[in-house]
């Protein structure tokens, strides 16, 4: 069992930035791909990166390449998301997933989810 606890989410102003962090339990993290997924009222969740369990591999969501990176501490279980370049559009709950050691793109990929933590980018 892994328990994930989202954390840096707040409100900014477009142009600024944003850092989340995800903790997560258990002493197998290195083991876990982690994810990063948000969904915006009225929206499905969407994929927003991946990172695999040794931190070699990322994947991105094209509407945040370049603007958004993942990362990750295994001796801290944590995975962290910066954020720059905010737009109006990146507004939603973002949530950290634990999967596969090399995850995708697809929810199913993932076996565990935190609760969220809100991002709101005003214009």
């Known amino acids: 069992q892994v328990q994930l606890v989202e954390s840096g989410g707040g409100l900014v102003q477009a142009g600024g930035s944003l850092r989340l962090s995800c903790a997560a339990s258990g002493r197998t993290f290195s083991s876990y791909g982690m994810g990063w997924f948000r969904q915006a009222p009225g929206k499905e969740r969407e994929f927003v990166c991946a990172?695999?369990?040794?931190?070699?591999?990322?994947k991105y969501a094209d509407s945040v390449k370049g603007r958004f990176t993942i990362s990750r501490d295994n001796a801290k279980n944590t995975v962290y998301l910066q954020m720059n370049s905010l737009k109006p559009e990146d507004t939603a709950v973002y949530y950290c997933?634990?999967?596969?050691?090399?995850?995708?793109?697809?929810?199913?990929?993932?076996?565990?989810w935190g609760q969220g933590t809100q991002v709101t980018v005003s214009s």
């Open positions: 997933a634990a999967g596969f050691v090399n995850p995708g793109a697809r929810s199913s990929e993932y076996k565990y």
């Open positions: 990172i695999s369990g040794s931190g070699g591999s990322t």
